[in-house]
């Protein structure tokens, strides 16, 4: 089974961005559909970003126009940047495919000043 290990959260203020990455231990080729995920304290886990292996994409209403997602198939990597940051945005953050699989870690994103 391919794992998944995500990367390059961290601290932020507001308004500001980061580049998570999420890469795969074998090929994400058969994977069609690969997503970020997020998980806030007390929250359940809520998908935010879809790609296909097309390039098609989708964006949760809360995210879309500051978040984008992208795959490179070559590198079995998944990155997700992140602009405008707001501090809602505070998560941890996950990728996978769809429907999910087994969760990796994730990578935390706290936005805070």
């Known amino acids: 089974q391919v794992q998944l290990t995500e990367s390059g959260g961290g601290l932020v203020q507001p308004g500001g961005s980061l580049r998570l990455s999420c890469a795969a231990s074998g090929s994400i080729r058969s994977y069609y559909v690969m997503a970020w995920y997020r998980q806030a304290p007390g929250k359940q886990r809520e998908r935010v970003a879809i790609t296909s292996s097309g390039g098609v994409t989708s964006y949760a209403d809360s995210v879309k126009g500051r978040f984008t997602i992208s795959r490179d198939n070559a590198k079995n990597t998944v990155y997700l940047q992140m602009s405008s940051l707001q501090t809602e945005d505070t998560a941890v953050y996950y990728c996978?495919?769809?429907?999910?699989?087994?969760w990796g870690q994730g990578t935390q994103v706290t936005v805070s000043s």
């Open positions: 996978n495919r769809v429907p999910p699989g087994s």
